[in-house]
Every structure is written in C-alpha cells, then in structure tokens.
C-alpha cells in the first residue's frame, strides 16, 4: 500500500516538477541569454526598461529639488550681496557728501580770508550756531565773543556783503542783528564812493528778507541792478561795503524821493561762517570845538 501510494503521489507531484524544471531552465536561459548585436544579457535589459521609468521620475524629482535649493541658496547670496552693495553705496555717498562739504567749507573760508585783505581790518571768523528769524526778531549767535576780542556795534559781513551788527556779548558767543531787521539801519550811497550822489540810508524790511533804502533824490538815477555800497556815515560799517543789489525802482520826483528794494548781497539765509570786523570808527569831532571864537576854558 506504502508503494502504492508513493507512486500515485509521484504521478501527481511529475507535472509539478517538470513545471520547476521548465521554469528553471527557462531562467536559465534567460539568464544567460545575450543580445546578437549588442552581447548585453537580455534580463538586463529588460530590468533596465523596467526599471528606466522609475530613474527618470526619481531623477527629475531630485534634480527639481536641488534647483530649488539652489536657486535659495542663489537667492540668499543675492540679497546679502545686494544689502553690501547698498552699505558700500550709502558709505560711497556719506563721503562724497563729506567731500563736497569740505570744498564748500574751504571755499567759503578762503573769501573770508580774502576779505581781510579787501577791508584792510583785522577780524575774527565764526561759525553760526543759532538763529532766530521771529516776527520780532531777526537776529544770529555766532561762536565767537568779547575773549576774542569782539565788541558790541562791530560790524559782521561774507565776501557777499554785510550781514549786521553785534548787539549782544557773552565771552564765548554773540548776538548778531541782521540787516533785514526793521531795527537794523546803515548809511549807504547808490554806485560807488565818489562817484555818486545818490546817497541815503537803508534799513530792513523784517521777514521779507528785502532792505529799503530811503531819502536818495528822485533827481538821481537809480536803476534796478545798481550796486548799493556803505558810506560809513552811520558810525557802525566802515565805507565801501557791499550792501545788495537794488531788484526794485519806484521812481521818485524833485520832490519826492525813490522808493527802493534791494536784495542783500549776503546770502542770509544760508549763512555758516561770517567775519566780525575789529573796526572802531574814528572818533567825531565835538561841535564846539570846530566852531570859531568859542572860549574851551569855559564849562
């Protein structure tokens, strides 16, 4: 019965190990199967085709992500690059400014050293540190005061023109009334000294940053840009100082005089350094003392 049975199971179990058998040759074969052209085994080319669908999709995805982190890292350098170039810039131009600050400084300090030479007086250069353009007031503080040897009336100008008068002392600073205060007043003369008869006096006009000159004959011819210059006759400038220009005429009559604008040859409105003048003026002579038969024993 055992011999039975084991050869009925043989009988049964035969097509199964002749399909092993098949299907292991069949391996076999395609194992070792080659290519006519190429010699390559054919399994792996098939594996490659299979397989080539999935490179190329994980491919892609991998070199899509490292563009992108790329083009972040790209991105990133780009910025810090851009921010450097911006700090180089701003560093480029605060020199440039400096620069062009210096010349400026240096230009204006180098006509205040040349008006030394055009006044022939000593003065005292400073700096502006304040001003007060009120309704009421039209005045400047400047760096410089009586320790340097400034004193209360003495004159203040630019190579441009006079500015005003010293109407306040501390030893280190001073007060400056500008020539545009309705307070402000000079004796001035159309054209030049000696040339001219227009004289007569200016004084400001507050802020509208003009200076009237009055009491100069309707006779006389003035026209707009005409140079205005001081007579010294005031007491406070010495003669021969520019005042502005004139920028409007109403023309007076032998009866009436001009009405004249003049625009300040400083440039107030801007002012950094001026120059104080060291200028006393001469001493007037007393009246008795030009009159005849006066008797200067008697008090």
């Known amino acids: 019965m055992a011999a039975i049975r084991t050869q009925k199971e ?34 792996r080319v098939w594996v490659q085709a299979l397989v080539s669908p999935v490179q190329s999709i994980s491919s892609g995805a991998s070199g899509a992500s490292t563009n992108f982190v790329r083009q972040i890292v790209n991105f990133r350098s780009t910025a810090d690059e851009n921010e450097k170039l911006k700090e180089k810039l701003s560093l480029a131009e605060l020199e440039l400014r400096n620069a062009q600050q210096a010349a400026a400084e240096n230009e204006r300090l180098k006509s205040l050293l040349n008006l030394k030479e055009q006044t022939g007086y000593d003065q005292v250069n400073a700096r502006v540190i304040a001003r007060d353009s009120s309704i009421w007031f039209n005045t400047i503080t400047i760096n410089r005061g009586s320790s340097s040897g400034i004193a209360l009336n003495m004159p203040v100008v630019t190579a441009g023109g006079i500015v005003g008068r010293v109407i306040a002392l501390s030893p280190w600073t001073a007060q400056v009334m500008m020539v545009t205060d309705e307070k402000a007043a000079a004796g001035a003369i159309v054209g030049q000294l000696g040339g001219s008869g227009s004289l007569g006096s200016v004084r400001g006009l507050g802020n509208s940053g003009l200076i009237e000159m009055r009491y100069v004959s309707g006779l006389e011819k003035v026209e707009v840009g005409d140079y205005i210059l001081t007579t010294g006759q005031d007491g406070i400038y010495p003669p021969g100082l520019s005042v502005g220009e004139v920028v409007q005429v109403k023309t007076g009559t032998a009866t009436q005089a001009h009405q004249i604008l003049i625009r300040p040859g400083a440039r107030l409105d801007q002012l950094e350094e001026v120059a104080v003048l060291l200028y006393h003026p001469p001493q007037r002579t007393a009246p008795e003392q030009t009159l005849p038969n006066v008797d200067k024993t008697k008090k």
């Open 10 to 43: 043989i009988r049964q179990r035969a097509p199964i190990w002749l399909g092993i058998l098949l299907l292991t040759n069949l391996v076999i074969m395609a194992v070792d199967a080659r290519d006519s052209v190429t010699r390559q085994r054919l399994l």
